[in-house]
């Protein structure tokens, strides 16, 4: 298969480490970017060395900033080639009830969150359409389709994601560029283990699989979109969530 240059963004949280991972697996060479303020990097190139992954690229920048962007795309560039995938995955949550919620916590979620799209996005799509292939891969969440109390502004970031990708779908489409969601539920990241045992309990019992979704699940989505075989698909959503929600 043909070697891709691959950008994961939010990489080295949960599901931004399995999507490195799975993507490296399928023979793409990944530019992990993280937030300048995590602290544990030499620790997770360690971890992933020790896996077996011992080509990831990494570059710094905050995603709310769209001078970071074209600092961090201007290094992966530099350092891989251009860049044929993105993944923009990073996220935060600021959960408060909408009565409660202050300004920053609103314009914080939405800025990493859904701002962060464009901040990325302009660096490569027209590039991408430019060399007639490319695969922009954005990371939504079951309470972006669904909405969820006390998430008013992650519910309406990830709510913007499905639609951003759906129109920027439209105008790529007959350029050889895909861009489609993934709307995850309830994973078993770091995260969501450290939640107290009987309200992660509660959340596993909300599912009707009854377990929690794998981060590498998430990951061989991401491989999936990010195939020749997936040329055929582009403005859909894959609702990952076993079952929670149904659209």
């Known amino acids: 298969m043909t070697q891709r240059v691959a950008l994961v963004t939010g990489a080295m949280g949960g599901i931004g ?7 490296a697996k399928a023979g793409h060479k990944v530019v992990a970017a993280y937030h300048p303020q995590f602290d544990n990097k030499d620790e997770w190139l360690k971890e992933q060395a020790a896996a077996g992954f011992n080509d990831f690229v990494c570059v710094a920048g905050d995603v709310s900033s769209l001078e970071d962007c074209q600092k961090m795309v201007a290094e992966a560039e530099a350092a891989a080639g251009p860049v044929d995938i993105l993944v923009n995955n990073a996220g935060i949550t600021r959960d408060r009830m909408f ?21 990325m996005t ?11 292939w490319g695969r922009i891969i954005n990371i939504a969440s079951v309470n972006g389709v669904k909405g969820q109390a006390g998430q008013t502004n992650y519910s ?9 990708s759906k129109a920027l779908a439209a105008e790529l489409a007959a350029k050889g560029v895909t861009v489609n969601v993934i709307a ?10 450290a939640i107290k045992p009987e309200v992660l309990q509660t959340i ?9 979704g ?13 195939s020749e075989n997936a040329g ?4 859909a959503t894959l609702n990952i969530n076993g079952g929670l929600y149904y659209q």
Do not use: H
């Not at 309406?156 to 951003?164: L, S």
């Open 204 to 212: 596993v019992d909300g599912v009707p699989m009854k377990r929690l």
């Open 122 to 132: 302009k660096q490569v799509s027209a590039k991408m359409a430019e060399r007639g």
């Open 232 to 235: 055929f698909m582009t403005g």
């Open 214 to 226: 794998k981060p590498e699940e998430m990951g061989a989505a991401c491989v999936y979109l990010a």
């Open 156 to 164: 309406a970031a990830k709510a913007g994601v499905i639609g951003f």
């Open 184 to 193: 995850p539920g309830y994973i078993a990241t770091k995260m969501v283990m």
């Open 17 to 23: 480490t399995a999507v490195c991972q799975e993507l």
């Open 99 to 119: 009565a409660k919620m202050e300004k920053d916590q609103w314009d914080a979620v939405i800025s990493t969150n859904l701002s962060s799209l464009f901040n």
